[in-house]
């Protein structure tokens, strides 16, 4: 929801003449929507991380002896 509310104050600032105060307070919003959208990303990222690094031991290649 918060990238579809983040894309649509994008698309108002690209699009639309817009008083200047609507204007900053959109692209205030936009800028505090963004930073709520990179924590999530950044957050789904570590826990993607973490468990690539659980799985990984069961698929590294033991050398042949």
């Given at each position: ?24 307070a ?13 924590e ?26």
């Open positions: 929801q918060a990238y579809d509310l983040l894309e649509e104050a994008v698309n108002q600032l690209e699009n639309e003449a817009l008083p200047m105060e609507e204007s900053v959109l692209y205030v919003r936009a800028g505090e929507l963004m930073s709520f959208c990179m999530q990303l950044n957050g789904y990222n570590r826990k993607i991380e973490a468990t690539d690094r659980k799985l990984s031991q069961y698929f590294t290649e033991e050398p042949n002896e």
